[in-house]
């Protein structure tokens, strides 16, 4: 049967064996599995042993450090292929000392809440229109309860965690509450961080899944007076003027939401807003933020923040100029950045490479194989991959899939669509135009783009006429037998998210900008938009919309 394990000793029964013929036995069985292992991974480093064998005294077949979405992916799909899985969860509380369930960042602070605390402010939007549609009796300015946000968000996230709890023992996966580490390439040790007591777990394969933390960088008093997107979302007062620091879609989605529920916000940018995404539309992401309450600083940093009277906190920060400046605020919420949670992990003693900068480990051949051949490693702590739930996902259930049912199929990191939450949704797939440029050459690239306003926001004249835009990226004809292929598809409006998933598909399959002059536009809808666009950036044509 399937155990919950919170820190209580595993004892291991020797009988009367001698201890020293039991460690005997111990090292040999131990290097013995190692070399069948490494045999294994010496036919194939990529694709991992993909026959389920005996156990050969591990005590599991595959366990799982990290209960987030792909650790869970990965040990479900596993056990569903026949193997014994074993899976340890345990949440480092926060500086501000947060902590939650089961189920990873995703779940408990990171897409679920934000998604939610994001209509929430949508909502607050939908009501300004409701008027226009007939509704009586609508308030002219409505009131947020910030405290009833968050009581019913954490409710359902808890329902979430229990749920996955009773997943894991409906399908007969050990969970363990406990911190762990390696104390060998084979070898889990689990400690019960309260009391400190430990115990040793044993199995053939192991997968890295812990994600990854906000980071507090080096800033004199960042830990004690800042929250986190760790904090933010059971925040238990609510949050007043707030400074959100970072250029990240992180501070771009938390600085968005909370100017949609009505708080006092100031986004501060050392550089660039959201670095690696197509600069275009992180440009109008920002435009069309200012134009709807939320402040940004720019090209500036904070030097401290201290803690003053009321509970407030004083900040003290820098711009290119070298003026130092000091403002107040009731909350500040960094987001700079985050870093995998691997540095707990003990993987020097099982001697797995982590990359010099970013403290990830380093995955063999474009995938998921660490350079030990029992180890692997998915999802936002794998050196160069990106750091989305649904990637950990499939890479972990395929994983799995190699592990124990001779798949040969491997994970394919192109062409992944996602998608920011900020006020102005905008959903991506394929190249940004800068990557494009920069891999096939400016006089290479065609991109075909456009404004709309959507339908919904017709009689609403508060609501700019060509806030909406996208926009395809395409691989130039140079003759006419060959077509466009499309790069990169990107929009930026309502419900991006739903547009760029069936478009997504379509960038999969190698989509050429034919496919999409040829099919019919749903009408009226935003995602008919992307099919029509006509006007290339080359043509310098103007692209501003009058009507549907």
Known sequence: NAEVHGGEEDLFDLGCMPFRFVTLIKRSCRTLRRITTLSAHLRDPHLPQSK??????????????????????????????????????????????????????????????????????????????????????????????????????????????????????SQKIDYFNLAASFADRNTILLTNTKNGQTQTKTARYVLIAVGGRPSFADIEGAAECTVSSDDIFTLSRPPGKTLVVGGSYVALECGGFLSGLGYDTTVMIRSIPLRGFDQDMAGRIVDYMEQHNTRFIRGCVPLKFEKIEGDRVKVTYQCQNLDTTTAEFDTVLLAVGRKPETSTLGLENAGVYIHPATGKVVGLHNGEATNVDSIFAIGDCLHGKPELTPVAIQAGRLLAQRLFAGSNEAMDYDNVPTTVFTPLEYGCVGLSEEEAISRYGEDSIEVYHSHFKPLEWQLNHDRADNACYTKLICLRATDGAREEKVLGMHVLGPNAGEITQGFGVALKAGATKKHFESTIGIHPTCAEEVTAVHITKRSGLPVTKTGC
């Not at 040990?75 to 500086?95: F, I, M, N, T």
Request: some cysteine; hydrophobic content about 35%; aromatic content about 10%.
């Open 52 to 169: 389920m064998e005996d156990r050969a005294g591990f005590d599991y077949d595959l366990f799982v450090i990290g209960g987030g979405s792909g650790g869970l992916a990965a040990s479900k799909e596993a056990q569903k292929l026949g193997a014994k899985v074993g899976l340890a969860d345990y949440v480092r509380p926060s500086p501000q000392g947060t902590t939650w369930g089961l189920g990873g960042t995703c779940v408990n602070v990171g897409c679920i809440p934000k998604k939610l605390f994001h209509t929430a402010s949508l909502v607050g939007e939908h009501i300004h229109d409701a008027g226009l549609y007939g509704w009586q009796g609508v308030p002219a300015a409505p009131a947020h309860d910030w405290g009833v946000l968050v009581e019913n968000v954490n409710t359902y996230i808890r329902s979430l965690n229990w749920g996955y709890k009773t997943q894991l023992r």
